[in-house]
């Protein structure tokens, strides 16, 4: 089994920034892909970053320029950097992780961003 376990959410005032982290423990031989999804209230769940194994990256239009994802491979670890936060940015913070293209989703309970004045 995988277990991801999520820190960094916090309240923060618009244009301020926080760091994601996500680490990545148990039954991991290799690893496809590790992101960060987001829900905010009464929203589907939705993409903000990935990164696969060979450093590929892929951001939500939304964050483009703001948000930057990178991973600490002999750690199993994956960052999310926050920049220039917007209200509309408050969610909760969902850590994913593919050991294979086709394999189980894995998903960490969530860390709270809350963003407002």
């Known amino acids: 089994q995988v277990q991801l376990v999520e820190s960094g959410g916090d309240l923060v005032q618009p244009g301020g920034s926080l760091r994601l982290s996500c680490a990545a423990s148990?039954?991991?031989?290799?690893?496809?892909?590790m992101g960060w999804y987001r829900q905010a209230p009464g929203k589907q769940r939705e993409l903000v970053a990935t990164?696969?194994?060979?450093?590929?990256?892929n951001y939500a239009d939304s964050v483009k320029g703001r948000f930057t994802i990178s991973r600490a491979n002999a750690k199993n670890t994956v960052y999310l950097q926050m920049n220039n936060l917007k209200p509309e940015d408050t969610a909760v913070y969902y850590c994913?992780?593919?050991?294979?293209?086709?394999?189980?989703?894995?998903w960490g309970q969530g860390t709270q961003v809350t963003v407002s004045s």
């Open positions: 990164i696969t194994s060979d450093g590929s990256t």
């Open positions: 148990g039954s991991i031989f290799s690893i496809y892909r």
């Open positions: 994913n992780l593919l050991k294979t293209r086709w394999g189980t989703e894995y």
